[in-house]
């Protein structure tokens, strides 16, 4: 053996304890310290939840990612902290006699403000949770307390510390009594109007006879009745008037339960310190004032008009810039003789104002009516936004691995037509650097020549997106609930794209409807939705194409028209106020094109064009019905880190006038929001191979697309994620040009492809930049047997002859990876 060889191997094993004792999380840890590894409660009598029970934990574990690495507690650990203080100290110490030579010349002193590496590791990082004995026994006095709120009084509860070399394990053994329960309820309410209120509503009490007595359902109940009287008139209740008694019998462990109600407390009179108890008042709404122009740097002027609408009272401080009728529809408030006040109104009224975007801050108050004991004034206040404004966006874009940059200037306007319509122009452009299929697409001269340039891909064109807060024909047709709050949008573009392989005009033009069925649920229909795609190919590229023998491919890009008419269903459970809650999201797409144009063509004997497709203005139209799902499942694990599950399925029928997709409607494997190991557009279909050395974007009729991603917090707004993606996409129907493209049952999921990764994204609260790098695990092109390529991630001889097996050359090499670069995050 060498010299150097010896050399490598002891530097190799060096580097490798100093790596083992840098990951030593206890190597700091004083001689009578342990790090808590976990807290472990044993409970097998009591039915309560033991993440309730582990909420009341003074200490807990540090941090770890995917329940293994203490990263944090690594960081913290890499600085030398008594270094860094006596470095802070010193530091400190000569800017403070800098800055007295500043002041004495004038200038301003130095900032104290900018850390050192060392203090930015303990700063970002996570100081090691030591045993503290103190802890423990404050975590088993809240435990004792958390039981006898259950029900289980005069319960044990005791810890235990097991150490090993320098790790704590505790254990909290619990010790509880036998539960009591409720024997009886009776209620006491002082307020005579009240009291019938609240017995004719007992049966949706929480609290039932014979259930355990538990301190946070009686405290439920209590916001349920306060909700419940809120929305029943009674505008200055609160809470505070409930309370309970509790009777306790000994040895039966049986609890009588009594829930009171106080009267109202007021002054005898004005300015009196003497208390008077009366029954509480139960409000009507007497009038209802809209202020739609409200400025709240000009609260003393006097309105200089007023507008009368429906049950509505306008209050003008210049022109009434929105039409009444939209202002109205937004408002729950009633004033109708026999309606009250209702909180929920007020909750609802808000909302649905927010909604309309119209408005920077949407204020509601309601004040005693003066002369009227039991009536409200309510006064809505409305400060518009900025009618007219202009952005020019720009970002980087990461197309199927092709580097770009795009633009758009944007002009909105937020009352188009006085009714809360929202206009939003745009002129969007970009450049991208992509690959042409054959290098010689350009060949031709003019354009093509822009293949030799940095960026050789333009698209340019104009958008117009106009957003109505109402139904419009032929949706005004049709009735809908307050709370369905439908909103017609309509959208047209112009797209014009030259790539080194074809140029492409795209022209849509769509009208829909999008409304709520529950605050789950969401339904979008679009009855017409309009694409009309010109391609114009390259010689080369169209030479390409005819080579291929490819029908399927051949029709993907030509001339088409599609009519479409798409049904989408949104269910979303999420709850943002709940933000450590699990939810769900579900996504569901009906698509179809050509049924009723084709059906009058036969029912006319309409002439089809070379005896195989109808046309229009001599453009073939597609003709097919697409569906689309798309399920996520969202774990909450703690406060920095949760678990995304996604399975997604979609699968297209092309019919009898066009007998291929519109290329815009397939489906496609890979891309940095699907299977991130591999660019757009080149995965499959099924374990087809191209066998003419073309690098044609691959479509499919089938997607079958699975991901799981473990996110997690680093440091501050940076984070990052561990993922894992598979699928892929196949054709419905055998293709002699694309062998092992079509889907079959019994073996589809040996053509499955699967990648892996770690992703980094950076947080901004607004927008999120997401930085993903997907390795190819399985890759389903290879003969069965070869589809593990990880294993040859290292294999250079295997690198070789695939690069050669392909015609050599750096562009023929096997990638094993995929930089993804995205806007938010890909599910």
Known sequence: MNRASTNTRFLSILGLFVLLAACNPTRKLADNEYLLKRNIIVDKKTEVEKAELES?????????????????????????????????????????????????KGKKPLSKDRLFFGEWLLQIGEPPVILDSMLMEKSVSQMKLFLSNKGYFNSEVRDSVVTHHKYANVFYLLKPSVPCTIRSIHYKIDDSQMAPYIMADTANSLIKVGNKFDVDVLQKERDRITTMNKNNGYYYFTKEYIYYRADSFLNTRSIDLVMGIKKFARPFSEGSDSIVEVDHTRYYIRNIYVVPDYNPMSTNKTPTDTVHYSNFIFLLYGPLNYKPRVIADAIYISNLSEDHYQAIKTEDTYKRLTELRAFRSVNIRFTEAPGKKDMLDCYIRLSPVLKQAFLIEAE?????????????????????FHGAEILEIKLKGGLEAQQPVNKSSGSNGGLGQIISEPFNTIQVGPEANLTVPRPVFPFSLFHYSKDANPKSTFTTAFNYQHRPDYSRWILNFSHGLTYKETATQRYTFTPLEINFVKVDPQPAFREALEQSNDIFLINSYSDHLTPASRFTYIYNNQDIKRKHKNFSFFKGDVEYSGIGLTAINDLLGSEKKDGASYRIIDIVYSHYVRFFADYRFYKILSTHDRLVFRAAFGEGFALRNLNVLPFEKSFYGGSSNGI???????????????????????????????????????????NAAFFLDGGNIWLRKPDSERPGAEFDFDNFYEQLALGGGIGARLDFGFFIIRLDLGVKLRDPQFPQGNRWVVRNIADAAWKKDYENEHGGGKEKRYSFANLNLGIGYPF
Do not use: C
């Open 396 to 416: 980087g874009t990461n197309t199927s691995g092709n580097l770009g940059i795009a633009g758009s200037v944007v002009y909105q306007n937020r009352n188009t």
């Open 56 to 104: 009341y934990i003074k200490q807990k574990p540090n941090r770890k990612i995917l329940s293994l690495i203490r990263f944090h507690l690594w960081l913290y650990n890499l600085a030398n902290k008594p270094k860094v203080e006596q470095k802070r100290f010193l530091k400190n110490k000569k800017i403070d006699e800098k800055n007295i030579e500043r002041a004495a």
């Open 676 to 718: 991130r190991a591999w660019h757009s557009r080149s995965l499959g279909p099924g374990g087809y191979v191209s066998s003419f050395g073309q690098t044609f974007d691959q479509t499919g009729d089938i997607q079958i697309e699975s991901n799981l991603e473990y996110r997690f917090n680093l440091f501050r707004q940076l």
